[in-house]
Structures are given as C-alpha cells and as structure tokens.
C-alpha cells in the first residue's frame, strides 16, 4: 500500500524527549484524557500554559507520564484536550505527589501568565468555570470484565515488589503491525476517538466485534491506520473507546473504502450474525445503545496554529 505522508507536525515534537523515550496510546497502562474550554480571551496564554505544562512533566517524569496537546479537529473552538499517558496507576500516585512536594511544578501552575493590563492572573482564568474533565481508559484486554472466555493477551503475574504489582497490559497486545507501520498518539497526524455504548446483554459479544473490527483495520490499513481498543474506568459502565491512528486527515478515505471495497474478512464482519440467537439474534448494529456511536477528530497542537505563537519551536 503507498502511503501518504501528514504535512501536520505530530505530538511527539511537541516535547524535547527521543521518541524512545516517552509513553503513548500504543505502550501505556492508562490514560487519561483531559478536556478543558479556554475563554476566548485567554486562548494563546492558555495554550502556552498547556504546553509549559506537558513539557514539564515530560522532562521531570520520563517513563512515568507523557503528556501530549490536541485541539478539535472540527468540533468545538478554544478546547483544548490533554492525553496524559501513564506507566500505570502506580504512576498516578507519583503525580498526586507533586501538588506538594515538586516546586517546579508549582511554578508553572502558580506563575502569573496574564498581563496585568488584562488584569492579571495565573492558569485558572484562562479556563471556563467547570469545564475541566477527565475520562479514564485502560487498554482492552481478553479476560477482564464484560469479555467472553478467550485466552488473556497478557499473562498476569507479580513482578517482586513487597507490594504486589501486576504486568500491565498495553495496547501494543492488540496488534501485529511491524514497528514502521505502526501509528499512536505520539506520530499519527489526525487522532479519531469513537466511542461507543455496548447493550449490556451483548457487552462480550461487542467486545469481540471491536476488537475484531481493529485487528481487520489493523491487517488492511496497516501504514495508514492503526487503532487500539480501550474500556473506561470510573465512568459509564460498557462504554468503550477506539483510537483510530490516521498518517493524515486523507486516510479517512481508507477507512471509509474498506467498507466499500470487497474486502471478504470486512463484509464478514459487518454481516456476521454477533448476537447469538438464544438471545434474539442480530449483526453488529444491535451490539450498541442506538445513536451512542460518536466520532471526534483531534489534531496534535503546535506553534503556528489557530491562536498561537508562531516563532515557538
């Protein structure tokens, strides 16, 4: 397949560390997806904060947190969305730490970034009040909670500690893509988040679908489209999310061709009969809570975009 290359600058630039270096949507325990809604007045400082932000944890806490920026692709102006990729839920807790222990952290959060002719202030003014939110997602694995019984694509085991730590599954399990094709958070061009609601009578059967559906993509797509399946933790119960790895905003016309070719293993999937007939019988489309499947398309942020610096970088 040729592929084509995203004149978008990717999120891995947008930190100072070698791409060895840092956690991403393919090789990280958890994520967490932060959204925030800058005033309209405070969106080049608030985007400047954002960045100081994610580079300072970047640097100061390599292989416990990677921290990158995206804004909306189409959706809602002035929103800024973090994916903060952690180790695990062990690293969570080093982060809790700094509120009070790291003063460089503290600087950045409490430095003033607001001129005082526009009345000055630090990070808290440049966002809209309650408009702050956390998603949290952990990679799917066969074997956890609402799957079907299928060998567990990552063997649990203790790794030592005096307090009992388990291997943490990452997303990498879920795919055969060599290391060239491979695409993640930290160098795709355009990231595509859907998520969708699962019946909870069908819960293991969508699992299924979903995975499979990614392993077909990943297999046909492979070096335009990656996509990595997770569950969400602390949220609404059976919502699950793909990130869908586009090289660039043209590989949307791959994904959206591969329904359309006739591609055997996709016309398999989309016509497969999931649901089994003990419980009424049904392709995919009865899997989902009906109009819960969502699309969003996020651009990795950097300098010289729509509200920013141009000389930065």
């Given at each position: 397949?040729?592929?084509?290359?995203?004149?978008?600058?990717?999120?891995?630039q947008?930190?100072?560390?070698?791409?060895?270096?840092?956690?991403?949507?393919?090789?990280?325990?958890?994520?967490?997806?932060?959204?925030?809604?800058?005033?309209?007045?405070?969106?080049?400082?608030g985007?400047?904060?954002?960045?100081?932000?994610?580079?300072?944890?970047?640097?100061?806490?390599?292989?416990?947190?990677?921290v990158?920026?995206?804004?909306?692709?189409?959706?809602?102006?002035?929103?800024?969305?973090?994916?903060?990729?952690?180790?695990?839920?062990?690293?969570?807790?080093?982060?809790?730490?700094?509120?009070?222990?790291?003063?460089?952290?503290?600087?950045?959060?409490?430095?003033?970034?607001?001129?005082?002719?526009?009345?000055?202030?630090?990070w808290?003014?440049?966002?809209?009040?309650?408009?702050?939110?956390?998603?949290?997602?952990?990679?799917?694995?066969?074997?956890?909670?609402?799957?079907?019984?299928?060998?567990?694509?990552?063997?649990?085991?203790?790794d030592?500690?005096?307090v009992?730590?388990?291997?943490?599954?990452?997303?990498?399990?879920?795919?055969?893509?060599?290391?060239?094709?491979?695409?993640?958070?930290?160098?795709?061009?355009?990231?595509?988040?859907?998520?969708?609601?699962?019946?909870?009578?069908?819960r293991?059967?969508?699992?299924q679908?979903?995975?499979?559906?990614?392993?077909?993509?990943?297999?046909?797509?492979?070096?335009?489209?990656?996509?990595?399946?997770?569950?969400?933790?602390?949220g609404?119960?059976?919502?699950?999310?793909?990130?869908?790895?586009?090289?660039?905003?043209?590989?949307?016309?791959?994904?959206?061709?591969?329904?359309?070719?006739?591609?055997?293993?996709?016309?398999?999937l989309?016509?497969?009969?999931?649901?089994?007939?003990?419980?009424?019988?049904?392709?995919?489309?009865?899997?989902?809570?009906?109009?819960?499947?969502?699309?969003?398309?996020?651009?990795?942020?950097?300098?010289?975009?729509?509200?920013?610096?141009?000389?930065r970088?």
């Amino acid at each position: 397949m040729t592929t084509t290359r995203s004149a978008i600058a990717v999120a891995q630039q947008q930190t100072s560390l070698a791409p060895s270096e840092i956690l991403h949507s393919g090789n990280a325990g958890v994520i967490v997806e932060r959204v925030g809604q800058l005033r309209s007045e405070f969106r080049s400082e608030g985007r400047q904060f954002a960045r100081d932000l994610a580079e300072y944890i970047n640097t100061k806490y390599v292989g416990v947190a990677t921290v990158f920026i995206y804004e909306e692709s189409f959706g809602t102006e002035d929103r800024l969305h973090w994916l903060i990729h952690l180790e695990s839920f062990y690293a969570y807790e080093k982060l809790i730490a700094m509120g009070s222990t790291d003063l460089g952290w503290r600087d950045v959060i409490m430095r003033n970034r607001i001129p005082a002719e526009r009345g000055g202030g630090s990070w808290e003014r440049m966002f809209v009040d309650g408009s702050l939110q956390e998603t949290v997602l952990i990679p799917q694995s066969f074997g956890m909670y609402g799957t079907a019984d299928s060998k567990p694509d990552t063997v649990v085991k203790l790794d030592g500690d005096a307090v009992e730590r388990f291997v943490v599954p990452t997303a990498l399990g879920q795919t055969t893509q060599g290391e060239n094709e491979l695409l993640h958070s930290g160098n795709c061009g355009i990231l595509m988040h859907r998520t969708g609601e699962l019946h909870y009578d069908h819960r293991a059967e969508g699992r299924q679908f979903a995975r499979a559906l990614a392993e077909n993509w990943n297999t046909s797509l492979a070096g335009e489209a990656t996509i990595f399946l997770y569950e969400e933790v602390f949220g609404l119960s059976d919502r699950i999310h793909w990130f869908i790895h586009l090289r660039s905003l043209v590989g949307y016309y791959h994904l959206m061709g591969l329904r359309a070719r006739v591609d055997p293993a996709a016309r398999e999937l989309f016509t497969k009969q999931w649901v089994p007939a003990e419980k009424g019988g049904g392709g995919w489309e009865k899997l989902f809570v009906q109009s819960t499947l969502r699309d969003m398309a996020l651009t990795p942020q950097h300098p010289g975009m729509y509200a920013t610096k141009a000389n930065r970088d």
